[in-house]
């Protein structure tokens, strides 16, 4: 089934044939044939680009205005963009100059169907005859004709003739094998038998059927029913035996069992086992199935220029790489969580019947949807929201009555990656679980309970006019804004039963070997608090550290994978303060850390992005600026007779000496090999660079024989005042006069 959410076009670019499409602004240049255009715009619409496909068709008709193939190739991006009523236009105008032409016909079928579905009964009962009409007569001629059997099974479906159309559904695999949209829609026609029927009477009329696909969605039954070992047994049954249905599908329904039975590891293993077997373009859509309600519109490019297998294998895995937050464990957090708010969604959001204008209470579309909502058949609004952003914080909801909608907003707070974020659902002029985004509740009675997230609710019921009309520009626009964001984004959030606590860290480059770069990645575990959280039986703390630094496209290039047991002793401990280490080529890089008490539900992660520096000449520059505290652990290392390890800290007691070191590179020598320059270390009080307030911590003029130098500096701090400042390692290259700086902030603590 076609969505029927409308898409704003979006002008992709037509630079694709080599500078073509500037001339074609102008007139179509002599070496460029119709078909060569034809051919472009067929590839555009391949990649999910109509507005690209439709410039190329246009342009051929401004040439020769009877082309059949430009006119169909705009009412196949009709259909692409889900435009029915120009659809139904295009191909109608079509026949009118060609009776005959199938593909015309087989169109018009498909957007006299959809459009069909956005009317009320009586004109839809007319666009539906003309669907069957034009398919019927398709089938008539060439019944194997595309997937022209599927587009009629589809239809019926609407109208709840569910057996006769995954009859129809499956007469199209058997003549037609080579329609992979087809093959996936079967699956697709049962999956909305299932939901939408009574499971005793699906039931029935499953075990009458001599598919594999039967006894599949069989177990289906039994796992939306909560008979988990029941599902598990035909599922593992289906796995172990040649089959009709594909082994991915059986894979991922499997993989669902073991996840809401709790067992996450076993679960990913399944899954993992079904991406990694992908042998077809219906297994790797499969897999793509249960991901397309979180990925983004450059995602959705990306896979869609995919051809190979493989290829598509490698994309699942950096997809999931690229969202766990904790990306050196064992098992991928955010994928478990994905098919928990999955399966929840499943049981409380599901959504099959129309999404029309007359049931939009956004009727005026001030929100705008990212093309990734489209691919959402499934669920409503609210459920596409959850499995992209989890639980709300807070929920208020009306009841409607009346002439008025039922209301429900959801409000999630301010996390550290993203802001705080207000949507709002109505169902409008409809029953059952059809819940659709609004810009803003159009009930008083709503606006009253949301005066406890923001005043301005309160304002815009009792407001002057002109200000609630201001208020409401605002507020709409917020919730654009909003809407948008969510729908392009998907965020990790534990459960509220999972504590989290802070986990002080640093990250500090210097320059390495063979144009490599030496990071140390300092870290302090609240060994106190977390004792804290023990039982009396517990004598040893264990706790698992994990780090990774991995590309953007996911790779892993650094790991660490660790579990530190901490001895509860009379004395007891109050921070663990370590570092990991890692030798790394200039790049730009994710860098992920979690740490997890075993048997304990609390966590801490973080992760940075950043680019590694290459330090290269022939320009002077400054390492990172390392704060350094006393230290007696394995990775302590002498500097000037103190034993040290980088600190994680930015906060730091103005009681204690604070070690400050960096390194500098490419000095310029004379010609004697000699260097000279000297070096302060700045104290600015605030967040800004040196001012009229700076006060030079440190100053020491230096010689050498080396372009590379190293400094560690003791800075007496007790005279400053607690509070924010700003410390800035300047470095004057007397050679040629030449001055560079790094700063770092440390907020100085105690009486």
Request: aromatic share 10%.
């Amino acid at each position: 089934m076609i969505s029927n959410r409308s898409l704003p076009g979006r002008c992709v670019g037509l630079m694709v044939l080599g500078g073509l499409c500037t001339a074609l602004a102008i007139a179509q240049p002599p070496t460029v044939s119709p078909s060569d255009l034809i051919r472009e715009a067929n590839k555009q619409l391949r990649l999910g680009n109509p507005d690209s496909a439709k410039e190329f068709y246009e342009s051929v008709l401004r040439v020769d205005g009877n082309s059949i193939p430009a006119r169909i190739g705009l009412g196949r991006a009709a259909i692409q963009e889900q435009k029915w009523s120009d659809g139904c236009d295009i191909f109608e105008n079509v026949l009118n100059r060609d009776t005959a032409n199938l593909f015309a016909h087989y169109g018009a079928g498909i957007c006299h169907r959809e459009y069909g579905l956005q009317l009320g009964w009586p004109l839809r009962t007319i666009q539906w005859r003309k669907a069957t009409d034009h398919l019927l007569l398709v089938i008539a001629r060439d019944s194997t004709f595309e997937d022209v059997l599927y587009q009629l099974a589809i239809l019926f479906e609407y109208k709840k003739d569910y057996q006769r159309s995954i009859a129809l559904g499956h007469r199209q695999t058997e003549l037609r094998p080579d329609m992979n949209e087809a093959s996936l829609g079967l699956l697709r026609l049962y999956r909305y038998y299932i939901a939408v029927q009574d499971p005793k009477e699906v039931m029935d009329s499953l075990a009458m059927m001599h598919f594999d696909h039967a006894r599949y969605f069989e177990g289906e039954i039994l796992r939306r029913q909560g008979n988990l070992d029941a599902a598990e047994q035909v599922f593992v049954s289906l796995l172990s035996m040649p089959r009709q249905i594909s082994s991915e599908a059986v894979a991922l329904s499997l993989a669902r069992v073991y996840f809401e039975q709790g067992q996450s590891a076993r679960a990913e293993e399944i899954y993992w086992r079904a991406v990694d077997k992908i042998s077809s373009w219906l297994g790797g859509a499969l897999v793509f199935e249960d991901i397309k309600y979180l990925i983004t519109d450059a995602e959705l490019q990306t896979y869609r220029a995919i051809l190979s297998d493989g290829k598509k294998k490698a994309f699942f895995h950096t997809f999931w790489s690229l969202r766990n937050p904790t990306p050196a464990a064992k098992t991928n957090a955010r994928l478990a969580e994905h098919y928990r708010r999955l399966l929840f969604a499943e049981h409380n959001y599901e959504y099959y019947e129309s999404r029309s204008w007359f049931n939009d209470p956004d009727k005026m579309h001030y929100l705008r949807f990212p093309k990734s909502s489209a691919l959402n058949r499934e669920f409503n609004d609210k459920g596409l929201i959850f499995i992209r952003h989890g639980e709300p914080n807070d929920i208020q909801r009306t009841i409607g009555s009346g002439d008025r909608d039922q209301h429900e907003s959801w409000l999630y707070a301010a996390t550290g990656d993203s802001p705080r974020r207000i949507f709002h659902f109505a169902q409008s002029n409809s029953v059952g679980n059809n819940w659709r985004l609004t810009s803003i509740p159009d009930d008083p009675e709503m606006l009253e309970h949301l005066e406890m997230w923001d005043n301005r609710y309160h304002n815009l019921v009792n407001g002057q006019e002109l200000d609630q009309a201001m208020l409401l520009d605002q507020l709409r626009g917020e919730s654009q804004v909003a809407v948008n964001a969510a729908l392009a984004t998907d965020e990790h959030r534990w459960t509220i039963k999972t504590k989290t606590f802070a986990m002080p860290h640093s990250i500090d480059a210097f320059r390495g070997d063979h144009g490599k770069a030496l990071l140390n990645i300092s870290y302090a575990l609240p060994i106190a608090s977390l004792i804290s959280e023990l039982r009396d039986t517990i004598k040893t703390l264990r706790i698992e550290l994990g780090i990774s630094v991995s590309k953007p496209n996911g790779e892993r290039v650094a790991f660490g994978l660790d579990t530190l047991s901490f001895a509860l002793s009379p004395h007891g401990w109050d921070w663990f303060v370590e570092l990991y280490r890692f030798v790394l080529s200039a790049d730009s890089v994710r860098i992920a850390m979690h740490a997890r008490p075993v048997g304990m539900d609390i966590i801490s992660t973080w992760d940075k992005q950043l680019r590694i520096p290459a330090y290269l000449p022939p320009t002077p520059l400054l390492s990172n600026i390392e704060f350094l505290l006393p230290s007696t652990t394995k990775s302590s290392i002498d500097i000037d007779g103190v034993k040290v390890i980088p600190s994680p800290f930015d906060a730091l007691p103005r009681s204690e000496p604070v070690f400050v070191y960096w390194e500098a590179y490419n000095l310029t020598k004379d010609f004697g090999g000699s260097t000279r320059f000297k070096s302060q270390v700045l104290l600015t009080p605030g967040t800004s660079g040196p001012n009229d307030e700076t006060v030079v911590a440190y100053e020491k003029d230096h010689t050498g024989q080396n372009e590379f130098a190293s400094e560690f500096a003791r800075l007496d701090v007790r005279k400053f005042d607690k509070g924010i400042y700003t410390v800035t390692v300047q470095i004057t290259d007397r050679m040629v006069d030449y001055t560079f700086s790094g700063s770092r902030s440390v907020t100085l603590t105690g009486n």
